[in-house]
């Protein structure tokens, strides 16, 4: 059985930033599981996409993971244009694919489930609702939170919220889907609101600020990490609870676990793509922090 298994899509991205255009895979499930390959945990994803791109399925097997394939008529691509402030984003869908089939998961067992949508359609409450009494349930709201006029992307707010959050461990929200989610202004008392429908950790992260973590009535603040030369923003979040849920997994308390995610998440900004380093290189900027 997996210790960790995420839900979601592989896209083709296009990334625009100041300096350059560059076309790669992407999605949560994809920077989700290219962190994860870099360390020692049991892991499979489950996602869908189109023939014509399967052989971004087999990259991520080349690296070790464990994938199980829904077929789909299309595959998401995602157009991300970057200002010279890389928390600022612009996002286009070009395409979108089907969304999960819950027969899929009869077989599917896993101490750990992440769902990583990255629209409101992908994967259903009841999806949740039946995974949630098989293991504990992450979330990344982003997805859920994403309305697409025009094949451009749009905050909106997400109907099922305190239906499906009931169900969910862990929430990752950064602080502009968080005043989405809760319509809250502090995100302090967003976080608040989110614990009161149900979720026992909220993970609020806001770019170069650092994050916060708020359990049982406490909340914890995590330092960013600045990396030494920031490359490529895309994937931040998504490094940072891979490395997150990772430790947690492996019995880290909340402040442990948020500091070697936010390490991770410096680290994966020093190159184009996915995270690359290895979990002594992100132990080694915590120390360095330290000293």
């Known amino acids: 059985m997996p210790q960790l298994c995420c839900i979601g899509h592989i896209t083709s991205d296009k990334v625009v930033t100041t300096r350059n255009t560059m076309h790669m895979a992407g999605g949560t499930a994809w920077y989700f599981s290219c962190a994860l390959s870099r360390l020692p945990v049991d892991y499979l994803l489950v996602t869908a996409l189109a023939p014509a791109e399967m052989h971004y399925v087999a990259d991520l097997r ?17 157009e991300n244009i970057y200002a010279q402030n890389q928390d600022e984003r612009t996002q286009n869908v070009l395409a979108t694919a089907d969304p999960f089939d819950g027969e899929q998961f009869d077989n599917v067992d896993a101490e750990m489930y992440h ?47 305190k239906e499906a959050l009931q169900y969910a461990d862990i929430v ?75 430790r947690r997994l492996k019995g880290d308390d909340i402040q442990q676990a948020g500091e070697f995610a936010a390490a991770m998440a410096s680290l994966k900004m020093e190159s184009a793509g996915a995270f690359l380093g290895t979990e002594d290189e992100v132990v080694g900027v915590l120390e360095s922090r330290i000293s």
């Open 172 to 246: 990752k929200a950064d602080v502009a889907e968080l005043q989405a989610l809760t319509h809250c202004e502090s995100a302090k008392d967003g976080a608040k609101m989110l614990a009161g429908w149900g979720v026992k950790e909220v993970v609020i992260t806001n770019g170069s600020q650092g994050s916060v973590i708020y359990s049982d009535g406490q909340f914890y603040t995590i330092p960013a990490y600045p990396p030494v030369n920031l490359v490529d923003a895309t994937g931040c979040g998504d490094t940072y609870l891979a490395g997150y849920l990772y």
């Open 115 to 161: 769902f990583g949508p990255l629209l409101a359609d992908d994967i259903s409450t009841e999806l949740i609702k039946t995974l949630a009494a098989k293991g504990r349930v992450s979330i990344d709201v982003q997805g859920y939170l994403r309305e697409v006029i025009n094949q451009k992307v749009h905050p909106t707010d997400w109907p099922a919220k």
């Open 62 to 78: 080349n690296k070790g993971i464990s994938v199980q394939v829904q077929p789909s008529a299309h595959t998401v691509y995602f």
